[in-house]
């Protein structure tokens, strides 16, 4: 079953608020973990053998995952902790009880907040689980099978009425969930797993990280980017970022602020860009960051990041990453330790290196008419790894997200819009017969109604609004409007419509977006 993220339902409104100070580093005052456990925990989680405490010491999870259970034993237990101590204590836990970088791997969306993702989970775990938050919730955990059935009791315990609102009484819940999805889950996701041990062994030290990192985005909407990241210690774990970048359109992308470093890798920054405050969600290993980089109060507005330490040798990105053949453009390779001049392979010359520095080379590139249409490798040196894509006609474009969701806001309420951001991506055919991406292009979008009934209630009037040059979709404000049948909101069913040019023919591509309502709950983890 697909599904999209949603969020939970518990009143977990605290675990917003907390959710900034994952990002923050915590007070040097602070006492340390093994006493606050001792003093705020301890009282109702028992102590086992070997310095263990009951519940707590038998699982394992991400930075996100232990502020949220810590978050509700506030709201829901009545647990009186300190923020300085609840960063501790999330820090030690993500420290000592966190997850190998292999454990996280497909499912860190959820932690770079992608809430457009389409997850792909078995039908039982979506129908089981998927029906009130993310499968990455629970993938995003390690426990023995005892810690799988207590947390599928607290579900049932906590919430009674849960089977009604996992849709309905359509199945015996707790029966199955104690038969079947206990024993997988402990099969799928085992506290005891070598690659967690291998990583506490092997993770670099933290101060491999300082230094100057090149970066390559890509923002929806606005379009590329490049720059240098300085990173200086601040501590242990902690870290001074500033950043010095640049969209391809020439507008500047600079700023600075802290991060820190949990589990040797999770990498949590906070910097603010021209007086925007971003989050920074990495893995960030040895030479190597990866991740998102997203608005504070608009989660939906971020940058794919790569980032490769300046002395290490790596190419990260080609911008633009398409050429059509039979013209010439100017492309920037961004990376670390590039020398030499770059290879683009058969049909792609080299007409000129109009820059060069190990950072970025920028050159002109011309393409033959007779250019094989298809990716190829981009090689500097024996680097490679980006490609470029050469075409002679676009055969399709595609909406990305090809289905999403935008949410109402404002409208005299706190709960901010959340907008649609969309991409046009062209697709070509290769030799093969075969798609092949060739990359995003400029569109001229719009939005229609998506059925009859939207067409009727006049969605496209009240939903929103589509910038037709950059495919950044507002949504109406929040609360009732007396324009509207039955004076209902301004939410909407609609198909996001892309037209790109290519050389005087225009292609369409289509995607659906749902303009709904605010999320009321907003967990660090969906
Ligand atoms: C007032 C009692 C109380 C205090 C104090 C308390 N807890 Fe809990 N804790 C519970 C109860 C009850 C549960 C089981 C229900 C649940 O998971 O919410 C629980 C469960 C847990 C779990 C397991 C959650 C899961 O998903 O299986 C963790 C982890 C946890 N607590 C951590 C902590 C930490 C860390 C502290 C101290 C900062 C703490 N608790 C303090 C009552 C408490
Ligand atoms: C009726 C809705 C609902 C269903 C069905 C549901 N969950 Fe949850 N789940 C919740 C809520 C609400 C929370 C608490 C979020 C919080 O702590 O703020 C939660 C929390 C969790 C957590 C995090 C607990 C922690 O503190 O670490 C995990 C893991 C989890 N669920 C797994 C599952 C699994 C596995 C299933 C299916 C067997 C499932 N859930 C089914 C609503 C649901």
């Known amino acids: 079953m697909k599904r999209k993220l949603r969020s939970g339902m518990s009143a977990s409104l605290l675990a917003v608020a907390a959710c900034v100070a994952l990002h923050s580093p915590h007070s040097l005052a602070a006492r340390d973990a093994q006493t606050i456990l001792k003093e705020t925990c301890q009282g109702c989680h028992t102590p086992e053998a070997n310095e263990s405490l009951s519940r707590i010491s038998h699982q394992r999870k991400t930075p ?47 932690l770079e907040r992608r809430l457009n993702t389409v997850e792909h989970f078995d039908e039982q775990t979506s129908q089981m689980c998927g029906r009130c938050h993310s499968g990455a919730r629970i993938a995003l955990q390690r426990r023995p099978a005892q810690e799988w059935e207590r947390l599928v009791n607290f579900h049932l315990g906590q919430w009674p009425s849960l089977e009604y609102q996992a849709l309905a009484r359509d199945r015996d819940w707790f029966d199955i969930a104690r038969k079947d999805m206990v024993p997988l889950l402990a099969k799928r996701y085992p506290l005891d797993n070598p690659a967690w041990k291998k990583w506490q062994s ?7 990280l300082v230094g100057d990192w090149s970066f390559s985005g890509h923002l929806p909407g606005k379009g590329e980017l490049a720059g240098v990241m300085s990173v200086t210690t601040d501590g242990k774990d902690t870290f001074k970022v500033s950043v010095k970048g640049q969209y391809a359109d020439g507008s500047p992308f600079n700023g600075d602020g802290s991060a820190i470093l949990y589990t040797g890798y999770e990498w949590r920054g906070n910097v603010t860009i021209d007086g925007v405050t971003m989050r920074q969600v990495f893995a960030a290993q040895g030479n190597a960051m990866q991740g998102r980089m997203f608005e504070a109060e608009h989660d939906e507005r971020g940058l794919d990041f790569v980032a490769a330490k300046q002395g ?35 049909g792609v010359e080299v007409v000129e290196v109009v820059s060069q520095s190990p950072e970025q080379i920028k050159v002109k590139l011309k393409a033959a008419a007779n250019a094989q249409p298809g990716a190829r490798a981009v090689m500097v040196g024996s680097l490679k790894g980006p490609s470029l894509s050469v075409y002679s006609k676009i055969d399709a474009v595609k909406v990305v997200p090809e289905f999403s969701v935008a949410r109402i806001g404002e409208g005299g309420g706190s709960t901010p819009k959340v907008q649609g951001r969309f991409d046009a991506e062209a697709w070509g055919k290769g030799a093969d017969g075969k798609p092949y991406r060739i990359g995003v292009f400029p569109a001229q979008w719009k939005v229609e109604a998506f059925d ?74 969906p």
Not at 88 to 99: C, E, H, P, R
Not at 202 to 207: G, M, N, S, T
Not at 326 to 344: A, H, N, R, Y
Not at 469 to 487: C, E, I, L, Q
């Open 64 to 110: 996100e995952g232990w502020l949220m259970s810590i978050a509700r034993m506030q709201t829901m237990h009545g647990l009186q902790i300190s923020d300085d101590d609840r960063r501790t204590l999330v820090k030690y836990l993500a420290d000592t009880q966190g997850l190998a970088p292999s454990e996280t791997d497909g499912v860190r969306y959820a």
């Open 202 to 208: 092997a993770a670099p030290k933290a101060e491999t």
């Open 312 to 346: 290490s040798q790596r190419l990260l990105a080609v911008q633009p990453g398409y050429l059509k053949a039979g013209s010439e453009t100017e492309v920037t390779l961004i990376g670390s330790g590039l020398t030499g001049k770059p290879d683009f392979g058969k």
């Open 452 to 525: 009859d009934r939207a067409k009727e209630d006049e969605d496209v009037k009240f939903a929103g609004t589509m910038q037709a040059d950059t495919g950044v979709f507002t949504p109406g404000d929040a609360g009732p409007n007396p324009a509207r049948k039955m004076s209902t909101n301004n939410a909407g069913n609609l198909k996001v419509i892309a037209a790109v040019d290519d050389a005087g023919k225009s292609l369409t591509g289509e995607g659906h977006m749902i303009v709904t309502v605010q999320r009321w709950n907003n967990p660090p983890i």
